[in-house]
């Protein structure tokens, strides 16, 4: 067993190592903060060019430097292109408001500014510098002055662009042509002033603070509404002339001359520069030079933090690190390889409606005010961007649903792919003139009719997009209003996207040729119409397939054949895309291209994921941490050197044709195939497959949020595992591959679970070790021994610190992860904020549920598609719905352990020292402490005094209530009771006897604790054994009497049932008193005795579901049963107490409140004010209004 741990141990130290070397080398993290990003944007659209814009055969040869100028041009404007299409998506997904987009866009249309025109962002407070340093310039020599400014690309970039850009501005304004003549010589006189180095001793350099401030003030004026032409017009001709005058007057020192050179007639009425072109201002390249050159003259040091919201940091500086990894060249869009994507659906949610927006929790909450707590600022940017919307309701509907795991935000992110397809074929075939107008921008002629119509269809071609959506037929005809709520949703998701295919089942009745009525089914495939869906395909299937198999694989194999394409992308409803990542698709598509190993060509695409659902609390957090070091270092590392990654979930992109041919993407048989997503990289690898990983590309998905939501998705991939261990995909694999794949193979797949099980049986064998040495005598000779003098070896073997390095070590590949992304600084804060955030006791807790329910799988079988749920978990779950979840799993194994430590620690206390009980046992106590607590400290108000009042009265119900058919299990603990036997019920015989061997181990109890009862004088006789199975049975046998005496006295027979009662209260006193006088009982016998025959009841009553069918043959069930409830209640006591005493103190609910939520807290999240069901006024968002225009 050591020998298992040790090694699982040694394989995460190697993943770190080999995962960090091989992701630093692959240039991860290499661009990780804005700070990083604004020093190397300079090389980015260099970056993209070489990896993102394909190479044409047709381009012509560049002979000298202008055909250079032009071709830098083409490629910074395409690189233009990508980059505002990618900002205008973070936009329209409420990530940066309307000022931080336009400080991250770079313009569209080349102009002929001389340099380079970076986002604003990188220019922050260049001009400001600049007039700073020139103002305060004394000497009269230019070149320092040029010096300095040139030192600054940046600097230099703003002060060129700025003067372009106002001249351009200035002489399209200008109508009459002696103006523009005046402002042309002042151009020319600046410019030559520069070339031969006396601008300082032909302008005043203090005056242009009074410039910039004019300057500021007529481009505010350009930018307001233009409601009242005239008094419109008039402001800028004032503003306009006042610029004119300080420079000619106040900044030029020989300014004047100019304006003599072009006198106003004596006749003329109209003044100087009042004659402008207002239709310039309505020019849409003309608002963009104004709000640019607004943004350059008046941006300071703040906008180095642009953006600042954090998801959009993280996907800016992604994209632009991954522009410097490997990956292969892009192909021109007609020459890439098509592809489609198929998304599984059943019965998540599609689209929040407006009632279940605004529907309050048992808290007072609704989802709308908890996620304008989470995302203050994404609110904020909605309300900005909705504010002139004539369809508010609906926005708002999209708003809430694209920051859930709904499957109107992955529909979203996957047609994303349709976007960027069309962006890549308009890159591809426009002329440069095009290009340089840009893609949204250009004036639609025949030419460009044609080019774009040419972009959809190529993108059609190239991209296909079904989901399944397994019930949609029924849904359409169910009169039920979920349904047909469902139903309009999915059919507004085609209509809005013509792209979109459905897929479903369609079931029918049908006459045979005999007149009678038979069910035929059918894989239908719909598009939008007109309002309507519009049937395309229709194919009759040989039965239902989601009755003979599991249900989503299933749903993905009568949908595939509607795929088309060589490629397939399979994308889960809790999954997102985005536009940036979308465009490097035909890049990754290539890498089936690539030869490795010979002649092996891949066949499986691994994608790494980004969970975006880390920020809603520090459970979220703990599991976002978890994934992502799965899938990026654990992912790298299978992948290569190992080569043992298979498939293991989406969003994996498969070689369409070579799966299509053996056998498909998922594996269907019941049961055994529940994890279907890792048998298709099984399938894969048998069949002559190879499977890669890439990370220069990455898709979003969701995670459970919640405790239970988190521990359901646990005990479905152990059970998933458990069924992997009995399959034949995995017997054929061990046999195949060679030692050292074989080996990493299983340490890395099933074998990581069998670890698991193996570190829990460990605990278990060394406590019950320990329990034999204590109560039997060696341990306390060997201390006591003097001829030994030193037990230091000993006690080294006997400890389990290896429980806690396990658990320690398992993190490194994470922080490993984390260091390279973000930074090794953060990932040591990250660390220590996770310990403190009590990590260490969800991944304790989160052990068990891998052991249980892996264990259980491979003794009995039988495991089940386990839904989670993925919605926004910020309630509170009651102690009885706890109870249900873990009573099995965590609380009866959390108390076995505690009794094991209690019996090692009282009858070991005469001869050992506390210091080694303490070092022997410590990681024990804090494994039994996470088992038993850790569901009530994750739970929301679970030390709240008013909450556990009301978990008291539940638990107390649902304990009392009788079971039945159609009892829920949530409503009655028989019911309960009953379901949690379902895998006893149809295991083998094989199966219940090892339950019942296992069960054996508590008639230990009994058997050595009876011996060390004072009433029992030392004698280690056999009928001191004897005489406590007549006192078990006896005890047994009195409660059979109280039972019955319920069932048959209980209604009609009051008075004789309270007799019954008495007389055996009488006589359990009389007794009681005898022991004590007369044999010597004593108190810690009474506490004794407990410890030795509570487990032997238990062992009862395992046994006896072991062999259901022959108990109830002898009439004995209704005994078990009873007897199960009162070792239920005893067990909910012992674990409730704890709570209630807890809950008396209200700090503990304040620190809890603050612990499970500080990673929202961090994001603006009242977190204390929601669960209190406060709405602060004054301190939060008015919606009162928002919501009555909704």
Partial sequence: MVYFMDTQIWYAIYATIIGGIYGAFSHLGEIRTLRMLRSRFDSVPTAFNERLVPVQKDEPRRNNRNDDNLWVRKNIAKFSQVWNEFIYSLRMEDLINNRERDLLLVPYRVSDVPVVQWPPFLLASKIPIALDLAKDYKVKEDADLIRKI??????????IECYMTLKEILLGLLVDKRDSSILKQICEEVETSIAQRTFLSKFRMSELPSLHDKLKKFLDHLQQDNNDPEKYASQIINVLQDILEIITQDVMINGHEILDRHPLNQNEQKERFEDINLRLTQVKAAEEKVVRLCLLLTVQESAINVPTNLDARRRITFFANSLYMRMPNAPVVRNMLSFSVLTPYFKEDVLYSVEELHENNE??????????????????NFEERIKDSPNKTEELRKWVSYRGQTLSRTVRGMMYYKTALELQCFLDNAKDNEIFTGFRSFNMDNHQMDLKERERAMADLKFTYVVSCQIYGAQKKSSKKSDQSVYENILNLMLTYPSLRVAYIDEREDTTNDDKSQKVYYSVLVKGGDRLDEEIYRIKLPGPPTAIGEGKPENQNHAIIFTHGEALQTIDTNQDNYFEEAFKMRNVLEEFHKVHHGQRTPTILGLREHIFTGSVSSLAWFMSNQETSFVTIGQRVLADPLRVRFHYGHPDIFDRLFHITRGGVSKASKTINLSEDIFSGYNSTLRGGY??????????????????????????????NGEQTLSRDVYRLGRRFDFYRMFSFYFTTVGFYFSSMVTVLIVYVFLYGRMYLVLSGPEKRIIEDATISSNKALEEALATQSVFQLGLLLVLPMVMEIGLERGFRTALGDFIIMQLQLASVFFTFQLGTKAHYFGRTLLHGGSKYRATGRGFVVFHAKFAENYRLYSRSHFVKGLELGMLLVIYQVYGDSYRSSNLYLFITFSIWFLVCSWLFAPFVFNPSGFDWQKTVEDWTDWKRWMGNRGGIGIAQSESWESWWDGEQQHIKYTNIRGRILEIILSLRFFVYQYGLVYHLNIARGSTSILV?????????????????????????GTDFQLMFRILKALLFLGFLSIMTVLFVVCGLTISDIFAAFLAFLPTGWAFILIGQACRPC?????FWDSIMELGRAYECVMGLVVFMPIVILSWFPFVSEFQTRLLFNQAFSRGLQISMILAGKKDKDNTPDTSNTQREF
Wanted: proline share 1%.
């Fill in 691 to 720: 499977v890669t990983h890439h990370e220069y590309i990455q898709v979003g998905k969701g995670r459970d949020v919640g405790m239970n939501q988190i521990s359901s998705f646990e005990a479905k991939v152990a059970n998933g």
């Fill in 363 to 380: 808290d007072g909450i609704s989802i709308l005010f908890y996620l304008q707590k989470i995302y203050p600022d994404e609110w904020a």
């Fill in 150 to 159: 040139n030192s600054d690309d940046y600097m230099r970039a703003a002060v």
């Fill in 1025 to 1049: 054994y004897a005489l406590s199975w007549l006192v078990m049975i006896t005890a047994l046998l009195a409660l059979k009497l109280v039972s019955m005496g319920r069932r048959k006295f």
């Fill in 1111 to 1115: 108990v109830k043959g002898i009439g």
